[in-house]
Nanobody
Framework: QVQLVESGGGLVQPGGSLRLSCAAS????????MSWYRQAPGKEREWVAS??????????NYADSVKGRFTISRNNAKNTVNLEMNSLKAEDTAVYYC?????????????WGQGTQVTVSS
């Protein structure tokens, strides 16, 4: 059974750090592009960062709003993807979701986790 489970969210003060983790099961995450998205109250879900599959070179991309502050990485041995978040701002407050995606020919596979809440507040 394919599953993504996020963890590591919580309450942090502005300027602080958090490390989110996404544990994959039922598939090999290194074969997928793994991404983090977030959704703030009253707003649409937005893309935060991606790390491409190993076969695609494993490079990373970031939204401009988090570039230089967030780092996405893989731990292939644990089948996890992490999001290190530094210099957090109030506007980073959102539910953060992990997504796995892969396209093979005409077949698209997309899996989502249930989300983890991140609140940045003093």
């Amino acid at each position: 059974q394919v599953q993504l489970v996020e963890s590591g969210g919580g309450l942090v003060q502005p300027g602080g750090s958090l490390r989110l983790s996404c544990a994959a099961s039922g598939f090999t995450s290194s074969s997928y592009t793994m991404s983090w998205y977030r959704q703030a109250p009253g707003k649409e879900r937005e893309w935060v960062a991606s790390i491409f599959s190993l076969s695609q070179g494993g490079s990373t991309n970031y939204a401009d709003s988090v570039k230089g502050r967030f780092t996405i990485s893989r731990n292939n041995a644990k089948n996890t993807v992490n999001l290190e978040m530094n210099s957090l701002k109030a506007e980073d407050t959102a539910v953060y979701y992990c997504k796995a995606s892969r396209q093979r020919g005409s077949i698209n596979n997309n899996y989502w986790g249930q989300g983890t809440q991140v609140t940045v507040s003093s």
